[in-house]
């Protein structure tokens, strides 16, 4: 059993930037590939980016391409997400989720555990 509380969320202006924060326990986290989701009210929870557990391989939705960048440290067991030049449309609440399987996966479904979320707001 994962658990996973992510933190770093709040409310900025459009081009700034946030760094989200997930940080996991009760498990092997490093065997796990992660991934960041986003949810905007009225929307499906879509994919952010992800990164696998072997050789941490990202990848990226194209909304997101260029401006965030995925990391993850094994040591603290924690992935972050850099936003930079944050747009209007990236305001959701953003979720970090876990995947036992070894390649990133776009698809909410497939992964195992979840945390509570972190409201991510932008104004224009």
């Given amino acids: 059993?994962?658990?996973l509380?992510?933190?770093g969320g709040g409310l900025v202006q459009a081009g700034d930037s946030l760094r989200l924060a997930c940080a996991g326990s009760g498990g092997t986290?490093?065997?796990?590939?992660?991934?960041?989701?986003?949810?905007?009210?009225?929307?499906?929870?879509e994919f952010v980016a992800g990164i696998n557990w072997i050789?941490?391989?990202t990848t990226y939705a194209d909304s997101v391409k260029?401006?965030?960048?995925?990391?993850?440290?094994n040591a603290k067991n924690t992935v972050?997400?850099?936003?930079n030049d944050l747009k209007p449309?990236?305001?959701?609440?953003?979720?970090?989720?876990?995947?036992?399987?070894?390649?990133?996966s776009s698809?909410?479904?497939?992964?195992?555990?979840?945390?509570?979320?972190?409201?991510?707001?932008?104004?224009?």
Wanted: glycine share 12%; hydrophobic share 35%.
């Fill in 55 to 57: 050789g941490g391989r």
């Fill in 5 to 7: 509380v992510e933190s």
């Fill in 29 to 45: 986290f490093f065997r796990y590939t992660m991934g960041w989701f986003r949810q905007a009210p009225g929307k499906e929870r």
């Fill in 107 to 124: 698809v909410a479904g497939e992964y195992d555990y979840w945390g509570q979320g972190t409201q991510v707001t932008v104004s224009s």
């Fill in 89 to 104: 449309e990236d305001a959701a609440v953003y979720y970090c989720a876990a995947d036992s399987r070894a390649v990133v």
């Fill in 1 to 3: 059993q994962v658990q």
């Fill in 80 to 83: 972050y997400l850099q936003m």
């Fill in 66 to 73: 260029g401006r965030f960048t995925m990391s993850r440290d």
